[in-house]
């Protein structure tokens, strides 16, 4: 086995860590996140597809602001709960204007770059950056935008022979639509300024 391989089962293991951990919205999938994220960008670099290995780096950057955020909001709720915060209208459009723009933009610069995939991986990668932002504010609907990502994301690993990969991001949505049905029964709304 070569050691892409390897980065790739380890990145599977520390993902499905990971979700596990996000459903149940416990704050060491922060640092699970670290080293997914580090193993993923890993794996996306060696196949040249840039805009998910960014991706990757950015989760990292996103796991330490994640983790400070549901500190602060976990003191405010009961210890078995969900902590929400209501997604806005204003934040809904921002954030579909974003994408967007965001996607066009990405999508030029990804065939400049000569990615393998630019239109898939461009609109997969922005959808996840605004997912990921929030997961970190706890809206219950970021599981809807990672349930469209992460399938996007499959065809994309499908499409680029890493078949571990494809079937960590089939794990990620199966866990996707679960984690919705969980934050949706177990979420309790906290009224703590964004």
């Not at 990292?60 to 209501?86: C, E, F, I, T």
Request: hydrophobic content about 60%; charged content about 10%.
């Amino acid at each position: 086995m070569d050691w892409i391989r390897a980065v790739e089962i380890f990145a599977m293991l520390t993902g499905v860590a990971y979700v596990i951990l996000e459903i149940l919205q416990k704050n060491a999938m922060w640092v699970v996140g670290i080293f997914t994220g580090l193993a993923c960008a890993c794996s996306f670099a060696v196949q040249h597809i840039w805009a998910s290995m960014a991706l990757n780096i950015y989760y990292v950057v996103m796991s330490v602001v994640g983790l400070v955020q549901w500190q602060r909001d976990a003191a405010a709720v009961a210890p078995d709960a969900v902590h929400l915060h209501v997604l806005s209208r204003r934040t809904a459009l921002w954030s579909a204007l974003l994408f967007v723009l965001l996607s066009l933009g990405l999508i030029w610069l990804l065939r400049w770059l000569g990615d393998g995939a630019p239109v898939l991986d461009a609109m997969a990668s922005v959808l996840s950056v605004i997912a990921t932002w929030w997961l970190a504010k706890s809206y219950l609907q970021q599981w809807l935008l990672w349930i469209v990502a992460n399938l996007m994301t499959t065809a994309l690993c499908l499409s680029t022979g890493q078949w571990m990969m494809a079937l960590l991001y089939l794990a990620y949505t199966a866990s996707a639509v679960y984690g919705y049905i969980h934050w949706k029964r177990r979420g309790i709304v906290v009224n703590l300024p964004l």
